[in-house]
């Protein structure tokens, strides 16, 4: 009977040793996935870094852009309000000039 326990007690202490083994190898695994996402998030973290000051400047532009655009509309505007008083006023000339004529 006593040989039979020693042989189980071998059995089960194998299996703990394979189980060991696994579960060593399985925490070496975990610790690679982890060194690997943390890699990742670091490399993440530092290209959104690198791409903030490029849409801060590209939102600059843009609001400068918008400025200018809307200077050049103020500038159009002013530009057609002269020709249309320059039209009128040759327009009320013509009238009064015909008118006179006759």
Known sequence: MQEKQVEVFAVVADEVRNLAQRTGEATGDIEKMILQVQK???ASVEAMEATVPQV?????LTH????????????SNDSLEKVLEVVCRNIAASIYGVRNKQ
Do not use: V
């Not at 801060?56 to 600059?60: E, F, S, W």
């Not at 400068?64 to 500038?75: F, G, H, T, V, Y």
């Open 40 to 42: 990742d998030t670091k």
């Open 64 to 75: 400068e852009a918008n400025e200018l655009l809307r200077n050049i509309q103020q500038q």
């Open 56 to 60: 801060q400047n590209g939102l600059a």
